[in-house]
C-alpha cells in the first residue's frame, strides 16, 4: 500500500481508522479488527521508516488495537473472553461513531462560518444604545447553559443506532423554523428545549439552534431552568 500523507494530516488515531474504513468502502459496524489493525500497523511502520514523529496517541491506539487482535486470535477462547472482546470492539465502533458525527457537524458549522464571511455590516459609531437594549432581556439561563443542553441532546441520541431510512436533501432555513417554534410555542405554552429536534439530521439540528438563539436574541422567547441539571424551558416573551 502506497502512502503520501503524514501524521499531520489527521487530527488523531481515530481519524486515521476513519480514514482507513472509508477507504475500504465498508460500514464502521463491519469493521475486521485483524484488516483494520495490519492497515493502522502498517501505516504506522511506514511512518517510522520515513524517520517521522508520531504523537503517542497513535501509539496507545497501535497497542490498543493489537492487543484486541491478538484476544481474537487465541483458540479455545472462553465466553468470559468472548464477552470481554466483543464489548471491547463495541466501544471501538461507538468512539469511532461518535467522533465521525462531531466532525461532520465541524464541517457543518465550517460552511456556516465561511458564509457568514461573506455578509458584511457597518459598524455603529455609538454602541451604547444596542448595549441598553441587551441590558433588559431576561434569558433565565445565558448561553453556556444552553449549549451544554445541545451537547447532551445530541450526546443521547448518539446512543440510538441509525435505522435504514432513505435520506432525501431537504433544505431548511433559520425563519421558517423561527415559525415553526412560535407554533408550536403558541399551541402549548411553554416546551421543552429537546422537544424542537423532531427531526435528527445535521441540517435540522443546527438551523433549529439557531433560531432558538435568533428568537432570544429578538426578545421573542424567555429560556428559563428550574434548577441545575434540570431540563430547559422555552415560552414566549409577555
Known sequence: MEYNFKTKDFEGPLDLLLHLIKNDDIDIFEISIERITKQYMDYINHMK???????SEYLVMSAELIELKSKLLLPNKTEEIEDEIEEEKN????????????????DTFKELESIRK?????????????????DNIDY?????????????????KEKMKPLNTKITKKEYSVDVRCSEIRKKINVKGKIKFEELFDIISKEYVVVTFLAVLSMAKNKEIIINQDKNFDGIIIKAKE
Open 49 to 55: 521508516s520515513q524517520d517521522l514523529n508520531i504523537s
Open 91 to 106: 466501544n471501538l465502533i461507538n468512539r469511532l461513531i461518535e467522533y465521525e458525527k462531531y466532525k461532520n457537524m465541524t
Open 118 to 134: 461573506e455578509i458584511y455590516t457597518r459598524n455603529s459609531n455609538e454602541l451604547l444604545e444596542y448595549t441598553n437594549n441587551y
Open 140 to 156: 433565565g439561563i445565558d448561553l453556556n447553559d444552553l449549549i451544554k443542553a445541545f451537547e447532551t441532546f445530541l450526546k443521547n
